[in-house]
């Protein structure tokens, strides 16, 4: 009798084991994200009249995509611009045009989390510290600045009216400031911050965002039970000043964002957003 408890205990250890090993794999798994992208033998840029560059790049959606990020602006008002910067190569993905780094190894422990850089206008969303993805955004105007600092995406809606104007459609919007009303949506990209405190964003960023980030967790009208994606807002535009991007043409350089500046922005909120992280988690396992 006792070989065969042994045996019984030796196989029942051994699946235990077995299925502790699989989910730590499914744990590691989840963690490797991994994007192929395509290199651009060069990153530089010059300047073009708008005008005459159009009538040569209307059918290459690809260019016109690349090019309406650099300038943060969105079809319609590129036309507005006299000048552009336009890549001397645009043969690569977008995330090799824009400041966010691809990696970030700080944020290795972070399930998701979205950065929106005041200074560059543009927003890079990670999973465990990978870009997944990223693009150019109009943000708040000097009147009415965007809040900086640690946010958390809370209601959304796939169209929604402003409580600035009422005549305002905004789609795809997220809000991550529910007193202030400040969120990301949809809206036109003049190529500058010119919202009232909002991260304009074009729509196709927008509708990205809004299904990859997660909701809040009410436990009633009052109270929130989890919070959904952290966001951090940060940096300063320089108002008055020329488009900082226009420093591409002499310096390709100049708008990159380090992995350590996003370390210093996230470093005092890292125990915050691990905590509420945890909380998630836990919610999801029991749904």
């Keep these: 009798m006792k070989p065969i408890l ?4 030796a196989i029942v250890g051994s699946v235990l084991f ?19 992208r395509k290199k651009p033998k060069d990153v530089s840029y010059h300047f073009e009249n708008t005008k005459e560059w159009l009538k040569t790049k209307t059918n290459d959606s690809t260019q016109l995509y690349i090019v309406y990020a650099i300038n943060r602006t969105d079809p319609q008002n590129l036309k507005n611009l006299d000048s552009i910067v336009v890549p001397n190569d645009s043969s690569g993905d977008l995330a090799y045009y824009l400041p966010f780094p691809l990696e970030i190894p700080y944020l290795k ?6 950065y929106f850089s005041y200074p560059t206008q543009t927003f890079g969303a990670y999973e465990h510290g990978e ?27 796939e169209k929604t009216t402003s409580t600035f104007n ?15 009303g400040v969120g990301w949506h949809q809206y036109e990209l ?28 009410l436990k009633d009208d009052e109270n929130v039970k989890v919070k959904g994606t952290p966001v951090i807002v940060f940096g300063a535009y320089p108002f008055g000043q020329p488009k900082p991007w226009y420093q591409l043409v002499s310096s390709p350089n100049s708008l990159n964002i380090a992995e350590s500046e996003i370390e210093k ?18 919610f999801q396992k029991k749904i």
């Design 265 to 282: 922005w996230t470093q005092p909120h890292i125990s915050v957003i691990l905590k509420e992280q945890k909380k998630r988690q836990a």
């Design 18 to 36: 077995s299925c502790k090993e699989n989910d730590k794999t499914v744990k590691e798994e989840k963690k490797v994200i991994k994007i192929e």
């Design 166 to 180: 009422d005549e305002w459609d905004l789609k795809w919007n997220f809000n991550v400031e529910n007193k202030l």
């Design 6 to 9: 042994f045996i019984l205990s």
């Design 190 to 217: 003049p190529g500058y911050p010119a919202s009232h405190s909002c991260m304009r964003l074009q729509e196709k960023d927008a509708k990205y965002l809004y299904d990859w980030a997660d909701e809040w967790e």
């Design 131 to 157: 870009l997944v993805y990223t693009g150019p955004t109009n943000m708040g105007r000097k009147k009415d600045p965007t809040p900086t600092g640690l946010f958390y995406t809370n209601w959304k809606a």
């Design 109 to 114: 422990e972070i399930d998701k989390i979205i």
